[in-house]
DNA sequence: AGCGCATGTTGAACCGTTTACACAGGGCGC
DNA sequence: GCGCCCTGTGTAAACGGTTCAACATGCGCT
């Protein structure tokens, strides 16, 4: 029967921890002391003070608990959007660690849109939480940097915990928690799967230029090439938009239009590119894998539905990392890289290469 | 260049309201005023606050501001999981609004585990969060009923106001905007549609006793049915446990193994259980829509990939509205009941019955 | 008995804001 | 020239916790 305080006008007005301890007829100190659990007290005081605090239903006001200078048991993190599934499963992770280490998780979305993942590291700093965690992919220009660094320091001397997720580091006097998937690695994997099935002409889907994700992967493709000897010709690489579905269908289609095939696979920079891709192959009569290897990046939802040979990168284990390397720092200016492993995941999207597009010679 | 304030042992710490005030030689108030902007000043001292507060990069303490009465610009969301795009797409529309307003968003996940819930729901309590938005399919006995309205009371009480989101009212004295879409009428759609195609034994896969949403589910397919004066055959609802993707491919794959096929349409509860039923009938060689008719609910993602006639909901616009009418009631204890329309959205996965499956008899 | 010590409890200062109230000074009507 | 209003600013009291230093109390020791 949770009752409440009646203030003065008769509307109800919830607990404070004044109420509690006039009811329970100690002191506020030893209500404070009794439910942080951190100082001895005696059985039956608690006993006293906990069914006051069961029967006024009073929670403790966090405001004033973060203003008395304790932390806010709080982990922000700041993601591109929350729908598309890379994001999502990283989230998921950071919710997962949170929950377990009794955190609850602020979410800032920004678009893409740079100076809104400013501001909600601004928003971010206001609340103090103890870990500012920012995902994804970025375009790292000069400015940015600079900028990004003033936060980084900011953040710190707030004595909240910055960690990049998937994203390059700032600078070596930048403190940050720097937690990275294996992108070259991956890339490299994917590409040498398919130069090992007999592919020569392989269609790199979705490069985006100054873009630090599909830039990793790119430079994974070259290396391949390289390493098993065949030429790269810059012309095999298609530049993309925004990495979605519909870019990949867009850029497959118009590849196709422009003239005869001239690739016989296709790494595309992600799963949702090479659904798209997919999609337009289908429509000129093009098989996966009878007539083009495929093979995407990021082994989310779509692959699984499409049987799409493609790259692993543990999403959520990201998420995990990234809250359990800032909650374990206790001094939260923290420097620190960690690069988690990706790796290939084989399904039925490639056959052997029986040679017919050999390339424009 | 921003500087911060150096107290005694020379470890940063950042600027407070008091130190931009002795900076820019005016008293603290003064900084409030200008800074919260709804006050008259005079331009000279506005310029010179502006000045120091850049200089010593001040933000406010969001702890000291809601201590002092300003109710957070925050709005709180409780969802299953953050991966499963429904509750995705719904926080997405939460994430959407609530920036437009200037609010950030506190979310807590509860893998479906009402305790976990519920402690969700007493951490919001404690944020002061201006809006609680609970999102998604429950279980709703009457000890939830009676606990559920507890909480609700009490966060009417701390000024928090409580929305349900694609959940019913907990009743008609506990205080709670309710945001619902059409289940019932959007399932009676699905059906009508295949039963229009001629089909007569339509397998509903997925029910859920006891929880809301499967319920309505299931009884719009049989609205649909005894509309249609097509006799109900209970042996036809097929239970799930989860409402996932290989759930979906279980329950098909027993149904098939039980012995012959007796339906020559499948209307399940949700897209994952369809992509799941799908897989199970391409491995017995059976195709949509030739073989057999399917149609899901939700529109997500998967839906488009495979083809399938489904029953779109309004996701977004369910996360958006909840936001916004929340916003909207200045008194915390407003209660409303909105309901979202669904529609039908006609892919490829429904052929006319040519009528070879009738049924036991 | 007097002492030190461990154990529990209390009063009060403090955290950083907002805001009610007081007040200073200038312009204006009388 | 006096009182008045208006504009802009300052002073100080909340807000609801945490925690430090101080203080009772009971106990075993010398």
Known sequence: MPRRIASGDGKPRPATIKDVARHAGVS?????????????????????????????DYVANAHARGLAGVRPKSVAIVV??????????????????AARAGRLCIVG???????RELAAIQ?????????????????????????MAGYARALAAAGSQLV?????????????????YDNTGGAFAATSHLLSAGHKRILFLG???????????????????????VPHDPGLEVDGARMVRREGYRMMRERLDAGPRDFTAVFASNDLIA???????????????????????????????????TVYIPH??????????????ETPGASEHVLLGTHIVVRDSVCPNVGEASGPD
């Open 109 to 115: 979305t920004t678009g893409g849109d740079l100076e």
């Open 316 to 329: 959520e284990e990201l998420g995990r990392t990234a809250v359990r390397l800032a909650l374990k720092s």
């Open 164 to 180: 990049l997720c998937g994203r390059p580091p700032l600078g070596p006097d930048v403190p940050a928690i720097v937690v990275e």
């Open 123 to 147: 928003l971010m700093r206001e609340e103090h939480a103890e870990a500012v965690i920012l995902v994804g992919n970025i375009n790292p220009d000069e400015a940015y940097r600079e900028r």
């Open 207 to 229: 490069r985006r230029s100054g873009y630090t994700t599909p830039e990793s992967r790119v430079a994974g493709y070259r290396a391949a090439l390289a390493a098993h000897g």
């Open 28 to 56: 506020v100190a030893t209500v404070s002391r009794i439910l942080s659990g951190t100082y001895p007290n005696a059985p039956a005081t608690r006993s006293k003070v906990m069914r006051a605090v069961r029967e006024l």
């Open 275 to 309: 659904a798209g891709a997919r999609e337009a192959l289908r429509e000129r009569g093009l098989r996966i894998p009878e007539d083009v290897s495929m093979v995407g990046f990021d082994d989310l939802p779509p692959a699984a539905d499409i049987d799409l040979t």
């Open 80 to 97: 591109n959007s929350v729908i598309s599934p890379h994001y999502a499963h990283v989230a998921q992770g950071v919710h997962e660690e």
